[in-house]
């Protein structure tokens, strides 16, 4: 049991390694758009399914509440709220699930964190295209076995991709991209 500790911490510690350089340049840009954005009054909204969801929430918790210093509460809005919970339970193949709160909230300057599983899902599509139709920046968190889109990141577009066999270590991956991309935005804001 403890070589199975040992292996699991090691190739945690592996994966960890391997991505900074991979990832450095699109957590770097995540921070300056969302910081951008709330510089502009504007907020962040973020949203994902499945335990992509439990993430989404941690990162707009985060985002409200700070992460390791005291500072005002940021504007942070995951989509998955009661209303979209309810949609689900109505429809629970509706494609506008995070579209339509995109439609009612997002403004033009706003920054949209999409977090996505190991599977592609049409309602985040659907969110996508609707930010990008409100001049919104859209942020793409991703475990997907391949990339969601095929050009280069755009001015309004960015994928930060993470290629991991692993859903656990995908997940871990990403946790500590959403903790420095909230590191950065604090830094950014309110210096050290």
Known sequence: MLD??????SQTSKC???A???????????AEWMTDSLLNDQKVMSCGVGGANSLSQYFCHTMLNSLER??????????????ALSTITENPNSSELFSNQVQALGQTGDTLLIIANTEQ??????AIQTAEQRQIKVVLLNCNRERWWDQ????????????????ALAQQ???LA????????EFKLFGE
Not at 121 to 126: A, E, I, M, P, T
Not at 152 to 167: D, F, L
């Open 4 to 9: 199975r500790i040992s292996k699991s911490f």
């Open 16 to 18: 960890l390694e391997n």
């Open 20 to 30: 900074v350089d991979d990832l450095s340049a699109a957590i770097l840009t995540t």
């Open 70 to 83: 005291e500072r005002p509460a940021l504007p942070a809005i995951n989509l998955c709220s009661e209303s």
């Open 121 to 126: 899902n049409v309602s985040l599509h659907h």
């Open 152 to 167: 280069a990141p755009t001015s309004n577009r960015i994928e930060i991709y993470t290629p991991i066999a692993s859903p």
């Open 173 to 175: 991956l990403h946790l």
């Open 178 to 185: 959403v903790q420095t991309i909230c590191e950065l935005v």
